[in-house]
């Protein structure tokens, strides 16, 4: 594309003057309104605090939807949990269908697989109680169930935490209204008691 500014303008730029406001027929300024407060850039306006009741919704189904998502897709920290145990139990599951000269070779392969894994395990997964995997794989196969549910655990507690705090809010603040309310109510509604008149003894 060729430039169309004049020769003359080329190399600097043209700056032109801001517009001066219109005159009145008498010579003095017309009246303006004043411009609104301009708002920073790339700030966003501020928004007003959310209610009690909706952060307690908001909490709530948050809560629901990850309980149900969880259902079909575990969060990574189970599925870290469940691979280490698997290996494990792998290896129990081998031992115990090996044959006889293989057997106590492979059951002694497992009990050692099991203790590295259970190591891993207590590194992994420092919130749960008990590390040790079994070494036979029923047991080992239980084990799964009940870390995977400690650990799913252990990831919905600090939203069912959330729940709790904003619930015990709610009914705090809901509480302070009320006496807040009978207060006021008393103040516009309470007639002073008349005082009894004590009789002087003669």
Do not use: C
Not at 123 to 135: K, R, S
């Amino acid at each position: 594309m060729f430039d169309r500014q004049p020769i003359a303008s080329r190399g600097r730029q043209l700056v032109e003057a801001p517009t001066p406001p219109p005159r009145s027929t008498s010579g003095r300024r017309l009246e303006s309104k004043p411009d609104p407060v301009p708002r920073e850039i790339g700030r966003e306006p501020r928004r007003p605090e959310p209610e009690p009741v909706d952060e307690l919704d908001e909490a709530r189904r948050e809560l629901a939807d990850l309980t149900e998502w969880w259902k079909t897709e575990p969060p990574r920290e189970v599925r870290d949990v469940q691979r280490i145990i698997d290996v494990a139990r792998e290896a129990s599951e081998k031992a115990e269908h090996a044959n006889p000269f293989t057997r106590g070779w492979l059951r002694h392969a497992a009990e050692r697989t099991a203790a590295e894994q259970s190591q891993l395990l207590k590194q992994t997964a420092p919130w749960l109680e008990n590390t040790t995997i079994p070494a036979t794989y029923a047991e080992a196969n239980a084990f799964r169930t009940n870390a995977s549910k400690a650990t799913l655990d252990h990831m919905r507690k600090p939203y069912e935490d959330r729940v709790r705090r904003l619930n015990r809010s709610l009914f705090n603040e809901r509480i302070k209204q009320r006496l807040a309310e009978n207060i006021e109510k008393a103040k516009t509604t309470h007639e002073p008691i008349p005082q009894p008149h004590h009789r002087h003894s003669r």
